[in-house]
């Protein structure tokens, strides 16, 4: 078994004289051989040839290189000046380390009987404020000339020490550290030591870590949060804003605080998403301010906007920009194509994903060099083109109810068409059809079978059609519905701007307003779908709406 000793011995003076079998010297190089004697791990045979390495203590250089003789005893040919070393004693895959070992007079005071035992290595990692490379460390055994270089990742190992007390000290050139020392012991027949995670001690302004951002779903506010510091000179941490993305980064701070959390309140717009970058650093008291590291985006959500998934969208194909309505019991869309002389026509109508296209009507559009305004756009289950002219000779009309046949006979009184064709749109459900300007007039009212078109004038603004009846906003800030008979039902207060269409059904109103997709059920609007949708029509319970791409989509609004 190996032993550790402390000595201190005042005023010892041992002369030994050297026997003629012993190493060969002067006095000053044998001065240790009866106080001390190595033996391999048996126990009683003399660990004859192991190198004996001198350190002082605190050193990491060697002052004095001997071996082990033939009877055990460590010789070291160097008078040693009066201090503390540590002793490394090795022989092959063996290692004795004696650490704090006292020498006067030039000889080192160390005795009793001390067994060479298997090396070991010491493993460990260190880690760094996170700008800095721990790879600039260097970790050495102190009283050895035992180092290591600690790799990018922070771990490190050091081979072949001894058991007992070890003393590790890690240097850095980087700015700003200080000397860190870690004491460890590895222990009796142990060949590996795992040491926990050191960390180099750091003296400069520290970076803030942990920094984290999520979106308030209440609010749509950007709620910034980050590891709190343990830093004596802290006096704020102070926050900057970037848009995400940027190509650079602001200099100018956004906001300051003293605790680990920050809310932005100006993050978020009315009706759309906005994307932020944020960073965040030290300032200390006396006003520097320390160095950012890493930073995180985040995008923050309107509560208008934080329903857009709570309904299902189903894709159904691919359409134009034209008008959308029911056509041969399925979901259709308009052809236009317009030239100098003529106005072409046609439908495609889909189901399930399937696209059918119909036959081509040509139109004149213009007749004895009048020009001839058209208005197009489905209702009561037919595809409809109404067109007029400063001839008076009636209102002109084709209309198809599959798309492959088009009736173009006869005209209408010229009574039904409206004084203004500013914003003039067709509005159509299954089983109704209305030709109204955007002032309130609405000139056509047409039954299923296609009869009894008659001119009716409505108050507010015309929003939107279904079978049951038609939606205005009366000229202020609460929906209607008109029905086709009876009393004029409120829909309820009008939050979101200006609507371009509207419809009802006994489960909820939705409503088409500035390209996004609102529904009120209960007492509350709610946005669906974000922007660019540019038409909408309803099919049974179903809403289907249109984009400026020409994509069509199936809309459970209310499950």
Known sequence: MKLLHWLAVAGMAMLVACSADSTTGTNDETHTESLARIVMPDGTTPA???????TPRESIRSIAVGQVDAKGTPVVATA???????????????ALQVDSLAAQDGQLLWKGQDTLEPSGNVRGTVTMEPQDDPATVTVNLLGTEIYANVGHDGSFELAGTGTGRLRLRFLTTVPNYTTTYVTANMGIKATELRLDTVRMVYTGIPVVTGLAVRNDSLTGDLLLSWDALKYGQLASYVIFRDTAGALTFSAQPFAAVTGD????????????????????????????????????????????????????????????????????????????????????????????????????????????ERLIFWITGFGGGKYWAFGHCLLGDGVYFARSDSGKVWDTTGTLPDSLWPETTDDLRMWGSATRLVLAARAGEAPFLLGQDGTGLVRQNLSGHFLGLSDSGWLGDGGGLHLLLHPWSGAVRDLGAWTPSTPMAAASLGTG?????????????????????????????????????QDRAGRLRKVEVFR
Not at 81 to 87: C, L, R, S
């Open 261 to 368: 959390s920050w809310r932005d309140t100006s993050a978020k717009g009315e009706f759309e998403r906005r994307a932020w970058r944020y960073r965040v650093a030290v300032r200390t008291q006396t006003g520097t301010l320390g160095s950012w590291y890493g930073s995180v985006e985040g995008t923050a959500i309107p509560p208008a906007l934080a329903n857009l998934d709570a309904m299902t969208w189903t894709d159904i194909a691919r359409g134009s920009v034209g008008e959308i309505g029911m056509l041969a019991g399925r979901i259709a869309d308009e052809q236009r194509y317009v030239s100098e002389d003529s106005l072409r026509l046609g439908v495609r109508s889909t189901k399930d994903g399937m696209v059918m296209d119909s036959a081509v009507l040509s139109l004149p559009t213009s007749r004895f």
């Open 80 to 94: 040693l000046p009066d201090g503390a070393y540590t002793v490394l004693v090795k022989q092959g895959a063996l």
């Open 509 to 545: 109103t939705a409503v088409l307003s500035g390209g996004r997709l609102w529904v009120r059920r209960g007492g509350a609007w709610e946005m669906r779908a974000g922007k660019d949708l540019t038409r909408m029509t309803w099919v049974g319970d179903v809403l289907h709406v």
């Open 48 to 54: 004859s040839g192991a190198v004996v390495t001198v």
